[in-house]
């Protein structure tokens, strides 16, 4: 899905954002859980893939796709589903979730664990690129998500994922890099990154990062014909990011509306449809 069509999606998606409580609470649910290295983001869908509601929360609980913190993570998960399920006014019964192509096994289940100590059964895992063609919809290409620690590859061939892999590099790279050029700790370099005023004078200093994820695109899709790529993740958003891959890499590089959404997104749709159950609170079953 491109061009008008992604673009109304993701308003679509944007609006689940900061949707008010539902006058009808739905009928199905499908639910997406994103454990990003910057970023856990929770998002509800209908039975139709209609974004329902939304929420996310900036969380240092991941590392290069390994669940570094559970504890926390868990803690996030559950206000943020406390959050969603509460403009639902339905319970979520289940979600999909996602992991970078390549981590061990034991990080794939960790993922799992952190679903359900949350109060939801994982009822499936997608990784990351395929989840984010969910949106795009790519007959042919190549989908680079680039996360905050890691960058994931899918190389799309007739519809399907026919290759994936995943090296380090990522949004908090480029922090790290804003940090030591200017003397400065990580959450002040973290803060400059995100201010639009800052973006130009810093471009220079973060480029040869991108380059680097120009590297990875093109030693991961050698003998893969790449009729275009396209980057989702929040750091493909600083300005210049997909100019500077397409320099780097010789491949036409775009970047969609809303890149930090398209992911978590997609593994909603991937995922099962549920009956809900009603929420509960200290008074016992609440009306529906």
Not at 244 to 253: C, E, I, M, N, Y
Request: aromatic share 4%.
């Amino acid at each position: 899905m491109t061009g008008p069509g992604l673009a109304a999606t993701m308003a679509s998606l944007d609006a689940a954002l900061t949707s008010a409580p539902l006058a009808q609470p739905p009928s199905t649910i499908k639910a997406g859980v994103d454990l990003g290295t910057a970023y856990t983001v929770l998002v509800a869908l209908d039975g139709d893939d209609r974004p329902l509601a939304a929420a996310y929360e900036f969380a240092d609980v991941v590392r290069d796709g390994v669940v570094t913190d559970y504890i926390g993570a868990v803690d996030v998960l559950r206000r943020l589903t406390a959050d969603v399920e509460a403009r639902l006014g339905v319970s979520i019964p289940a979600a999909f979730g996602a992991y970078p192509p390549g981590v061990p096994l034991s990080e794939v289940r960790a993922v799992r664990h952190v679903i359900e100590a949350a109060g939801m059964e994982c009822d499936g895992l997608i990784d990351e690129p395929s989840a984010a063609n969910a949106v795009l919809g790519l007959r042919d290409g190549v989908v680079v998500d680039v996360g905050g620690g890691t960058t994931g590859v899918a190389v799309i061939s007739d519809g399907e994922v026919v290759h994936t892999a995943d090296e380090p590099t990522g949004g908090t790279h480029l922090t790290l890099v804003i940090a030591g050029a200017l003397g400065i700790g990580f959450d002040e370099a973290e803060t400059l990154k995100k201010d639009p005023t800052q973006q130009a004078r810093l471009f220079p200093l973060v480029r040869p990062v991108m380059e680097k994820v120009a590297s990875i695109v093109v030693a991961n899709t050698r003998g893969w014909p790449v009729p275009r790529v396209h980057l989702v993740g929040g750091s493909v958003a600083f300005p210049g990011f997909a100019e500077a891959v397409s320099r780097a890499s010789g491949f036409d590089a775009v970047v969609p509306v809303a890149p930090l959404f398209v992911t978590p997104l997609g593994i909603a749709r991937s995922a099962h449809a549920h009956e809900p159950a009603h929420l509960t609170t200290n008074a016992g079953w609440l009306p529906r």
